[in-house]
């Protein structure tokens, strides 16, 4: 369990990220949190891991406390958090494999990891997350020369190979087309399903949103407006959240019925 008891975050010049942050995220959950720019997000999942501290309140990650922790305990506690990023943060001039081969540095011994001598079970765990990604194929190419759909999933493959018990994905998607969006959701989406990994999402997109998360968390100037399933997020949660009516520019796109995944691929080569 992930639990926020009163959780605040107010950054230096008096910029109030988070107000009073009071939540339960259960194991295995897939939650998805929108809202817009400098709404919270992105600071409420980055508390998480312990990148963003608190001013004020606790927070408590599968029973370790977050706030306080100690610098051994919070690498102790990243070991365990795989983290996504908008920008993918990827090492461009090396391959997808060695890439992957970094959600393995926290268990590997610095002089094995510059080596590039990692363990036969590493380099299959390695293999197995590119598989789970279905991106195994490029394993040997430069990183420099995927599309960014490609990227983002080689991406997802590092923090599962992290082995984690909770995956954050800040904007996963945020510079993707729609059809390789909808592709990068639902590999999280049946990540999340087959291992029992707890998932948090940030997402600009409600209608995403409401077609991937178990629960959607509406932020608005650091305060959370809505906690609930999609099924509950109407057009009135819309204008709580966003602050005005939806329109059909907040809509990326149809519910794909099958996504062709070899074509994406084919279009991002």
């Known amino acids: 369990m992930i639990q926020f008891s009163g959780v605040s975050v107010v950054y230096p010049g008096g910029t109030h990220a988070l107000s009073d942050i009071d939540l339960e995220i259960a194991d295995g959950q897939f939650v998805v949190v929108v809202g817009l720019s400098g709404a919270g997000k992105s600071t409420l999942?980055?508390?998480?891991?312990?990148?963003?501290?608190?001013?004020?309140?606790?927070?408590?990650?599968?029973?370790?406390?977050?706030?306080?922790?100690?610098?051994?305990?919070?690498?102790?506690?990243?070991?365990?958090?795989?983290?996504?990023?908008?920008?993918?943060?990827?090492?461009?001039?090396?391959?997808?494999l060695n890439n992957v081969l970094m959600g393995r540095l926290h268990s590997t011994p610095t002089w094995r990891s510059l080596l590039g001598l990692y363990k036969r079970?590493?380099?299959?765990?390695?293999?197995?997350?590119?598989?789970?990604?279905?991106?195994?194929?490029?394993?040997?190419?430069?990183?420099?020369?995927?599309?960014?759909?490609?990227?983002?999933?080689?991406?997802?493959?590092?923090?599962?190979?992290?082995?984690?018990?909770?995956?954050?994905?800040?904007?996963?998607?945020?510079?993707?087309?729609?059809?390789?969006?909808?592709?990068?959701?639902?590999?999280?989406?049946?990540?999340?399903?087959?291992l029992g990994i707890t998932t948090i999402v940030n997402l600009h997109f409600l209608d995403l949103a409401k077609r991937y998360g178990d629960r959607i968390i509406g932020m608005r100037e650091g305060r959370v407006v809505f906690d609930g399933t999609g099924e509950e997020a109407d057009e009135k949660v819309f204008e709580d959240i966003y602050g005005r009516s939806l329109t059909a520019d907040d809509v990326i796109g149809e519910e794909p019925v099958e996504v062709d995944l070899d074509k994406v691929l084919d279009a991002e080569s």
Do not use: C
């Open 45 to 96: 999942v980055r508390t998480i891991n312990g990148l963003v501290p608190l001013t004020s309140g606790s927070l408590e990650v599968g029973g370790r406390r977050v706030d306080g922790a100690s610098r051994r305990q919070l690498r102790a506690l990243r070991a365990d958090i795989g983290m996504i990023f908008q920008s993918f943060n990827l090492v461009k001039r090396t391959s997808v």
């Open 121 to 194: 079970s590493d380099k299959e765990l390695a293999f197995q997350a590119l598989e789970r990604v279905e991106v195994v194929e490029k394993a040997y190419v430069r990183a420099s020369n995927l599309s960014g759909g490609q990227q983002q999933r080689v991406s997802i493959a590092r923090a599962l190979a992290q082995e984690p018990q909770v995956m954050l994905a800040d904007e996963p998607v945020a510079s993707l087309d729609p059809p390789t969006a909808n592709v990068v959701m639902r590999d999280l989406q049946r990540i999340n399903r087959e």
